[in-house]
């Protein structure tokens, strides 16, 4: 699947850009209670990075020595910003291979795809040598895989209600902790989470 962005306007049927919210009714377990923040969609199907699902016991440092970027010895001068970078599980798909979502003061020509003003994403082993060596974007986050929507398969979910959606932003992409990016994301919508609770478990 490409992953290049499509051009769109404010009365755009496609959500590049924006973030979407599970409901509370959200069947597949893999997405119960995720924000994703949508990297490219189009008539062929979307790609989206879920932003609140932590790696368990995985490091910026820890994948930057895994990955053989840096050797284990040096890992002690890694710039100190490195060690807060969090890696996240970005969906099931290609869970192997590293996305960076990061501001848009990086770029590396060919592979860095703008996705809005305040976010980029880049996939390249290029952009975690830079981060490595203090010249990487100044806000950036790692995911190890994505979330992958064939045709058609987004819009059949968002009319079964079983997503909302709103801009994204880069404070709730880069600065919120992961750990109530969902209930911020909701309040976003308009959304108080105890009120939808209660009405899921009214449903």
């Known amino acids: ?3 290049q962005q499509t051009s769109y306007g404010a009365d755009s049927p496609y959500l590049d ?3 979407l919210v599970a409901m509370p009714g959200m069947v597949d377990e893999r997405f119960a209670r995720a924000v994703i923040y949508i990297c490219a969609h189009s008539s062929e199907g979307a790609m989206g990075i ?3 699902r932590p790696a368990a016991n995985v490091t910026m440092p820890d994948l930057l ?3 053989e970027i840096v050797p284990e010895l040096e890992r002690i001068r890694l ?3 490195v060690g807060r970078m969090q890696v996240l599980m970005g969906g099931p798909v290609e869970t192997s291979r590293g996305f960076v979502l990061h501001s848009p003061d990086f770029h590396i020509a060919q592979s860095t795809l703008p996705i809005d003003d305040s976010v980029c994403l880049t996939a390249t082993i290029d952009i975690l040598r830079a981060i490595a060596q ?3 974007p100044k806000n950036a986050i790692l ?3 994505y979330a992958g929507w064939g045709a058609g398969q987004l819009e059949l979910e968002m009319q079964a209600n079983g997503w909302l959606n709103c801009p994204a932003d880069a404070e709730l992409i880069f600065t919120t902790p992961a750990d109530i990016r969902y209930e911020m ?3 976003r919508i308009g959304i108080e989470p105890a009120m939808l609770s209660m009405e899921a478990g009214h449903a």
């Open 17 to 19: 850009g924006q973030v």
């Open 143 to 145: 995911a190890l895989g």
């Open 79 to 81: 710039p100190e910003q």
């Open 134 to 136: 203090g010249r990487g």
């Open 185 to 187: 994301a909701l309040r």
């Open 1 to 3: 699947m490409s992953f």
């Open 65 to 67: 020595v895994q990955l």
């Open 50 to 52: 879920i932003l609140n």
